[in-house]
């Protein structure tokens, strides 16, 4: 408790950000992490892997741009400030041990950036704010660092589920006007607009991110299940896939526990991500029905996943799509909303 407060005060972040909440969940996240931390390393471990093997093919390495850095645990720091002239690690703010290892390396360069370019505008919203400000909100795409010619490779890095979490806690406790189903479109809009920006680099592009979030009673019934590859047709992107223990038995109460698959990705300029459907109504997320027996949907990861694995299953991933992508079409069937914001964010 006294290492969460003290790293609750001495990690510097901006106060709109403090306000939302992001400083609370990033020193959440690192005090899960010590507890978890066996059950974590296969997950850290795949992530990095799958960083490096969307490197390895590259013809220039000037810039990498990596998104959703937080405390490095998942950030193949080294190898990555080896191979580029320069990283910039970019996220709402940096944690004491993440400022530390970034000053090991001449050509690393840290940037607090609100990866949403939206927080100003929530904490913004008058009380009387409505459902269509709400929605004129979530439209709004990020643009920084688009224009930079330098950069060759940027990650998404753990991110995407995270992104909505903040602000929609905050919009759900303090514009009580604002409807769960209204906050949840606007959680899924954040994430759909953060395709959206990857996408829009022109460079390659690497996603790791949830795909399937699961969390099982002690006799392993599933109790809730959200299925964000689906919704945003991710599988058919993946070159990578696996498990992670996020809270194994013992973190939850009664028993629970909870795992995420996770997916890496790889995007190219020419991959438009499909819009979001504008009505809120509908299934909710978690009770979609995963994809038909047809689709491109990964086998069920299980094993370790080697550095060479990673690297031979990108090479397939890049070998196969040097025609441009077709646009991905909106999910098939009614509008999904993304469900309660969860209260930590997940990596």
């Given amino acids: 408790m006294l290492a969460e407060l003290w790293a609750y005060f001495a990690t510097p972040c901006r106060p709109a950000l403090r306000r939302l909440g992001y400083l609370r969940e990033a020193v959440a996240i690192a005090a899960r992490h010590r507890r978890c931390r066996a059950a974590w390393q296969p997950h850290l471990r795949h992530t990095r892997d799958a960083l490096l093997a969307a490197t390895d093919r590259l013809e220039r390495r000037r810039t990498a741009l990596i998104l959703g850095s937080g405390h490095l645990l998942d950030v193949p720091l080294a190898e990555l400030a080896g191979r580029f002239d320069q990283v910039l690690l970019v996220d709402a703010l940096h944690p004491a041990a993440a400022r530390r290892q970034a000053r090991r390396y001449g050509n690393v360069r840290l940037i607090e950036h609100d990866l949403t370019e939206c927080a100003d505008a929530v904490l913004a919203l008058p009380k009387q704010a409505g459902e269509t400000d709400l929605a004129e909100l979530g439209q709004r795409s990020p643009q920084r660092f688009l224009d930079d010619a330098g950069i060759d490779f940027v990650a998404s890095v753990n991110l995407l589920s995270q992104l909505p979490l903040a602000p929609s806690q905050w919009l759900l406790q303090h514009r009580p006007r604002l409807s769960d189903a209204a906050v949840n479109t606007f959680a899924l809009a954040l994430m759909q607009r953060h395709l959206d920006y990857l996408a829009a680099f022109p460079c390659s592009a690497c996603l790791v991110a949830d795909a399937e979030q699961v969390t099982h009673d002690r006799a392993g019934a599933t109790l809730e299940r959200t299925d964000l590859a689906t919704h945003f047709r991710l599988d058919r992107l993946a070159y990578l896939s696996w498990w992670w223990e996020i809270a194994p038995p013992g973190e939850l109460p009664h028993g629970a526990y909870a795992r995420h698959r996770v997916i890496a990705c790889r995007l190219q ?79």
Avoid: F
């Fill in 269 to 347: 300029k020419n991959i438009a991500m499909s819009s979001l459907p504008r009505c809120s109504e509908g299934t909710p997320l978690e009770a979609r029905q995963p994809p038909n027996p047809g689709s491109q949907r990964l086998a069920e990861p299980s094993g370790y996943i080697s550095p060479a694995q990673a690297k031979a299953n990108y090479q397939q991933a890049t070998d196969s799509r040097d025609t441009p992508a077709t646009r991905l079409e909106p999910p098939v069937g009614p509008s999904a909303a993304y469900g309660a914001p969860k209260k930590e964010m997940n990596g």
